[in-house]
């Protein structure tokens, strides 16, 4: 692409950023809808978050990404935030408007979006979830403002989601378990949906979650790693005639939501899916 005089800036902020996927996913779908833009990683350290942000405003950079460890520092730095990042307490999407900053949070909208593509519903359901990090507030808030009956959060760490479960609890029934086989035996028949949110499954030497014998037939069952493309949890799942969905979904619909509000048009999410197929998995 050509960059001239007019060029706008986007970026993602991290540390590291190295890594990050989203470079490629959103110059991609800036070139395809014929944006003149560019989307550029800036790693910034911790120390350096504030004036990241006042370099934003001063350098007119018209919107970002924050990924990790920034999401929830970034929040008190923010001029306006909406109602999901307010409620996450984290920002993965800024929107420069006039020097003022806008702040978003497209993980839960993304991750609601990738389970809505693949025809899975919410209304009335019962949810399981395991983990309560960063990634499984975003995605019990998803479940539940997607209409989930009743939440069961498992985690390792049982004040952990102890915590988590009081703040989801303002939106529905909620209901946390340390993560133990006895508990994960009498709530899993329960299910209908079963979402993995830890980083259980990313590597091959990971222990199971739990006795994945014990999936209940023919529910649906989400990981949202995406490398792995099928952890152990979701290989166990497809023998059980389960529906299966990784987290490549989450991925490219978060960044989706990004570029429809810093752009107000529709995100080409097809290129975008493509992209990130490619680069993922060949
Ligand atoms: P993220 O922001 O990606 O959610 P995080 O906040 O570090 O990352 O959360 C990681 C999640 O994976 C937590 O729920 C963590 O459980 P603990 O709170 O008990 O630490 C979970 N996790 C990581 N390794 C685990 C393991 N070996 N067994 C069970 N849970 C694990």
Redesign the pocket.
Known sequence: MEIRGSTTVYGIIGYPVKHSLSPLMQTAAFQEAGIDAVYVPFEVKPEHLKTALDGIRALNVMGVNVT?PH?ERVVEFIDFLDEDAEFLGAVNTIKNVEGKLHGYNTDAVGFYRSLVEEGIALKGKTAVM????????AVGYALLKGGVKFLHIF????S??KELGDLLSRLGNVLVYP?KESAVETVLPTADVIVN????GMKSS??H?FDYSKIPEGKTVVD?IYTPPETELLKAAKKKGCKVVNGLGMLLYQGVAAFEIWTGRKAPAELMKKVLLEELYG
């Open positions: 990790i999401k395991f983990g309560a990090g960063g990634a499984a507030k985690n390792r760490n049982f952990r989601a993560l949110t830890t980083s259980v990971d222990p979650l949202i």
